[in-house]
């Protein structure tokens, strides 16, 4: 606590938006944001047989005591959108991700555990999981920019159980399909006793075409049935 309020007088906490000094995202731009506001929260049905794994991962779990759950039924996932990625929110998250600007993981968290609606739903959640990076590109950016964000949730975070394997090539100017195909099997889990049958929530910045959340499922079902899914903002198209 000491250590935070020296911090704060040296960095004081500014908005995020227009860089008035007091609060992470001040009430001006706060109510700024609302526009972009969705709030979507609903239920996603994703086929079983689209989960489940190789055979060879299959024999491999089982000699690793990994739960597979891929079977039998359709896996229902929540996912949860809070704002549309446009505009303010779309600079916002840009700046944060490719131009150094690591403060604004606290504007995110100010404005997740502000919206009351959304912040009691999560904190139905046993863990957070922030998609990870490849180590690769988290040495390049400094820092995980999810991760920085569940940090200040409150609520348990692990970061050591779904990890990616394979550095690909950012995403953003690819088709869906192409995306799909780059990120198959990049994703997998370990200290899977860490995270069994507990209800998780994975958490990402961005939701475009739903490739990297899917996989990451795919990923943390052989560990728990029980998972939802929240994004910053989600693409409009």
């Given at each position: 606590?000491?250590?935070?309020k ?7 906490i ?15 731009c ?11 929260i ?20 089982i000699?690793?005591n990994?739960?597979n759950?891929?079977t ?16 303010i ?6 700046n944060y ?18 919206n ?15 998609v ?9 950016r ?5 991760e920085?964000?569940?940090k ?15 550095n ?8 869906a ?27 990402d910045d ?8 899917n ?23």
């Open positions: 606590m000491i250590f935070e020296a911090l704060n007088l040296f960095f004081p500014k908005c995020g938006v227009c860089g008035k000094i007091g609060l992470p995202i001040c009430k001006k706060e109510k700024k944001l609302k526009q972009y506001e969705i709030n979507l609903f239920k996603e049905n994703i086929k079983a047989e689209s989960l489940e794994d190789s055979f060879e991962n299959k024999e491999l779990n000699k690793n990994i739960l759950n891929s039998n039924s359709n896996l229902k996932i929540q996912k949860i959108f809070i704002y549309k990625y446009q505009d929110i779309r600079n916002l998250l840009i991700k490719f131009n150094d600007a690591s403060y604004l993981a606290n504007s995110f968290a100010y404005l997740i555990k502000n009351k609606k959304i912040y009691s739903i999560l904190k139905s959640y046993d863990i957070i999981i922030p990870p990076l490849h180590k690769k590109r988290m040495n390049e400094g820092y995980n920019q999810t920085l964000i569940a200040k949730l409150e609520i348990p975070i692990e970061t050591k159980c779904l990890i990616k394997t394979k690909i090539k950012p995403q953003s100017t690819k088709t399909k192409q995306r799909q195909i780059d990120i198959k099997n990049v994703f997998a889990i370990q200290n899977v006793d860490k995270i069994k049958n507990k209800k998780i929530l994975l958490l961005i939701y475009t075409t739903g490739s990297t959340a996989e990451c499922i795919k990923t943390l079902r052989k560990a728990t049935n029980k998972i939802g899914f929240l994004a910053i903002a989600k693409d409009i198209y």
